[in-house]
C-alpha cells in the first residue's frame, strides 16, 4: 500500500524494529494475542504489543472487526501469508489492518488486502508456516493406506480367527492387547475387538502411533510410517529418550506425541 501523506503519519520505524513483543504466535492460544478493539490505538498501545501503528492527528475510527482475526495476507505473487491482525482503523483514506505473521514480526497493510477467516481454517494451515507438533503428526495417510491394502490382499492373518476378523472389518490384524485383538484399518482407525462386546475404534493419534510401532513389529513394510520425532515433540519421561526397545511410555520411540 501508499503511506499516508500527511496529516497521517504510521511509524514504520517503530513497526519494523524486532522486539520481544511481536515474537512467533502459538497457534493453539490465538485468540489470546494482545488486540485492540473499540477505540483507536495511541503510542502506549504500541509499546505494549496490542497495536502495530497508532495515527496522530487524524479521524481515524476503529473498524468494527471482531478481533483478534486470523487472515491471509496477499502480498505480491508469493504464497498467502497466515497472520493474526490485531488491529483495524479506518480513516478517510482507506482502512488499515495491523497484523503479527506467525513467525514473528508485525505488519501494516490494508485491509482489502487480507482474505479474513472465522479462525485458523484449513487454507490458514496450510500456509501456516510453523504449526504445533500435534497438528503435523499425521498417521493416517494415503501411503499406509495403500500399504495396509497390500499386506491385507497378501494373506497375513496367523490364524482362522484372525482371518475372520480381517474379513469382517476390512482392518490388518495386528495382534493380542490383554484379552482383545487390536487391528489397524486404512484409513487409520484402530480398532480392538473383544467377543460379546462392540468393538472400540479410536482414531487417537497417540493410539494410531502406539498401533503403528506394534505392527511394524510383525509387519516390517510399515516400519518406514512410523514418523520421525516431529520437533517439539516432548521426550518421554518413563525412559527420556534412550533406545532400550519397549517402554510403556512410547512404545519405544523416546518421545511422545
Ligand atoms: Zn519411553
Keep these: 500500500m501508499d503511506a499516508p501523506s500527511a496529516p497521517t503519519t504510521i511509524d514504520y520505524d517503530r513497526c519494523a524494529m524486532p522486539d520481544p513483543l511481536w515474537g512467533p ?16 490505538a495511541v503510542e502506549a ?13 487524524t479521524t481515524a475510527k476503529p473498524h468494527p472487526l ?5 487472515a491471509l495476507l496477499a502480498r505480491g505473487s508469493g504464497p498467502h501469508q497466515p497472520v493474526i491482525v490485531i488491529q483495524a ?20 497493510c ?41 499386506l491385507l490382499a ?18 490388518l490384524p495386528v495382534g493380542p492387547d490383554l484379552f482383545r485383538e487390536v487391528l489397524l484399518r486404512p484409513d487409520g482407525e484402530v480398532l480392538r475387538v473383544e ?15 502406539r498401533v503403528l510401532v506394534l505392527a511394524a513389529a510383525r509387519y516390517p513394510a ?22 532400550e526397545g519397549w517402554c510403556a511410555g512410547c512404545f519405544g520411540l523416546g518421545w511422545v506425541p
Design 25 to 40: 504466535i502459538d497457534l493453539t492460544h490465538w485468540r489470546d494475542t494482545p488486540c485492540i478493539s473499540g477505540r483507536v
Design 110 to 150: 490494508d485491509l482489502d488486502e487480507l482474505a479474513l477467516l472465522p479462525g485458523p481454517d484449513a487454507s490458514f494451515e496450510r500456509a501456516a508456516p510453523v504449526p504445533s507438533p500435534q497438528r503435523t503428526l499425521q498417521i493416517a495417510t494415503p501411503e499406509l493406506a495403500h500399504a495396509i491394502r497390500t
Design 195 to 209: 467377543s460379546g462386546v462392540p468393538e472400540e475404534r479410536s482414531r487417537n493419534v497417540s493410539d494410531q502411533l
Design 66 to 70: 471482531d478481533l483478534p482475526c486470523c
Design 89 to 108: 482503523e479506518s480513516t478517510d483514506r482507506g482502512i488499515f489492518a495491523g497484523y503479527r505473521a506467525l513467525t514473528g514480526g508485525n505488519g501494516v
Design 222 to 243: 510399515l516400519a518406514r510410517f512410523i514418523p520421525e520425532r516431529p520437533a517439539g515433540a516432548q521426550l518421554c519421561a518413563f525412559c527420556e529418550g534412550r533406545d
Design 45 to 57: 498501545d504500541v509499546n505494549a504489543g496490542r497495536a502495530v501503528f497508532f495515527l496522530a492527528g
Design 154 to 171: 497378501s494373506g497375513v492373518a496367523h490364524n482362522p480367527a484372525e482371518r475372520r476378523l480381517a474379513e469382517r472389518f476390512q482392518a
